[in-house]
């Protein structure tokens, strides 16, 4: 068993213990001198050394209030606030719908497009400084055949959504 000794000196803990664990070893195998070899553990044996440096202090006080801030941080939930109607317009439920006719109209073969949808619907102002466009944006990623036929590939794009129709469109080359 493992005592701790001396104010709680991890270093005499584990000396105890080795020194626990060559007496065990050594009544079972060959003898050794215990006198020789407790006299070097006796001088390994030191009392811990209290805090002694200022800035170390204050680098242990820094690592324990930094941990307990991040204990305290794990209980916190973040709130969102429900979006201004006046401002962001009514929420578009059918979002999907509302993209696809948006799509059959900006794809050369609507009918080919594998779509993927990334979230919900979010308040977005995609306007400028002087000139603010409110609504809410969908981010999705689009393949569509192209005018040979072919595929194009996954694309990211994004449509923001204003009173149930499409008022901007991002990352179709406008």
């Keep these: 068993m493992i005592s ?3 104010k709680g000196s991890s270093v005499s803990a584990i000396l105890i213990a080795l020194r626990s664990l060559i007496r065990f070893a050594t009544s ?8 020789r070899l407790d006299q ?3 001088k390994l044996d030191y009392p ?4 002694e440096n200022a800035s170390m202090k204050k680098l242990v006080s820094l690592v324990c209030v930094s941990f307990m ?7 916190l939930r973040a709130e969102t606030q429900p979006a201004d109607a006046e401002r962001y317009g009514p929420y578009p439920t059918n979002y999907k719908e509302i993209v ?3 799509l059959d109209t900006q794809l050369i073969d609507a009918g080919s497009a594998r779509i993927e949808w990334n979230g919900d619907p979010k308040p977005a102002d995609l306007g400028t400084k002087d000139k603010p466009l409110y609504g809410y944006l969908v981010n999705f990623k689009v393949n569509a055949r192209n005018r040979f036929g072919a595929y194009t590939g996954m694309q990211s794009h994004g449509a923001l959504i204003r009173n149930g ?3 901007k469109g991002m990352g ?3």
């Design 69 to 75: 801030g991040m204990c305290a941080v794990g209980n």
């Design 172 to 174: 179709f080359g406008y």
């Design 40 to 42: 070097t553990f006796n």
């Design 48 to 51: 811990p050394r209290p805090i």
């Design 165 to 167: 129709e499409v008022i």
């Design 28 to 35: 079972h195998a060959r003898r050794i001198d215990m006198t």
């Design 4 to 6: 701790r000794n001396r």
């Design 100 to 102: 696809m006719k948006w």
